[in-house]
């Protein structure tokens, strides 16, 4: 089991950046896959970037079309975090942003962070 703590997020004009931050409550060396997923209003849940560990010792990013080219996923294993970079943000990036990993059929979801992106 792991816990999972977003923050980051905010009020942000079209153009800027954000950097979100998840803190995991335990080492994520051992899960493959962690993502950040956002949900705008009215909308379903979609993925925005993952990081899959790939053999042998390095990953597979996976990024929504929409993003490609703008954000950016890392991970640091020593302090537990997974980090989203945002540039060149669009009023349409505005949504609650979710960090996610996953093991044995299991999903772990932080609370979310709100950004919003106006125009």
């Known amino acids: 089991q792991v816990q999972l703590v977003e923050s980051g997020g905010g009020l942000v004009q079209a153009g800027g950046s954000l950097r979100l931050s998840c803190a995991a409550s335990?080492?994520?060396?051992?899960?493959?896959?962690m993502g950040w997923y956002r949900q705008a209003p009215g909308k379903q849940r979609e993925l925005v970037a993952e990081?899959?560990?790939?053999?042998?010792?390095?990953?597979?990013?996976n990024y929504a079309d929409s993003v490609k080219g703008r954000f950016t996923i890392s991970r640091d294993n020593a302090k537990n975090t997974v980090s989203l970079q945002m540039n060149s943000l669009k009023p349409e990036d505005t949504a609650v942003y979710y960090c996610n990993t996953r093991r044995s059929g299991i999903n772990y979801w932080g609370k979310g962070t709100l950004v919003t992106v106006s125009s």
């Open positions: 335990r080492s994520i060396v051992t899960f493959n896959v």
């Open positions: 990081l899959v560990a790939a053999m042998p010792g390095g990953s597979i990013t």
